[in-house]
């Protein structure tokens, strides 16, 4: 069982920068992937980014990113990190982070683990 807590979120004027946390509790976290999913009123829910769990953190970005945002990950803190920069009026969204030990990364129904989710609002 793997419990997930996000924090970061708030209110910034376009261009400027957040960095959001996902914070886990449970056993053997590091052998989890954890990837951040977004999801704006009215819209489905879309993948953000994802790093991949052991040694090998191995890292995914959804096509709208374009080197804007990182992901990261601390394992001796439990802690996974997703550094936003430039952001865009359109990046406005509740952010959740998200743990699994499956495939298909990119995919929320991949993902088993899910925290409360984060605001992010972006303003013009």
């Known amino acids: 069982q793997v419990q997930l807590v996000e924090s970061g979120g708030g209110l910034v004027q376009a261009g400027g920068s957040l960095r959001l946390s996902c914070a886990a509790s449970?056993?053997?976290?590091?052998?989890?992937?954890v990837g951040w999913f977004r999801q704006a009123p009215g819209k489905e829910r879309e993948f953000v980014a994802t790093?991949?769990?052991?040694?090998?953190?191995?890292?995914f970005y959804g096509d709208f990113v374009k080197g804007r945002f990182k992901i990261s990950r601390v394992n001796a803190n439990d802690t996974v990190f997703l550094q936003m920069n430039n952001l865009k009026p359109e990046d406005t969204a509740v952010y959740y982070c998200?743990?699994?030990?499956?495939?298909?990364?990119?995919?929320?129904?991949?993902?088993?683990?899910w925290g409360q989710g984060t605001q992010v609002t972006v303003s013009s």
């Open positions: 998200a743990a699994t030990r499956n495939s298909g990364l990119e995919s929320s129904q991949s993902y088993d683990y």
């Open positions: 449970g056993r053997t976290f590091d052998r989890y992937s």
């Open positions: 790093i991949t769990g052991w040694s090998a953190a191995d890292t």
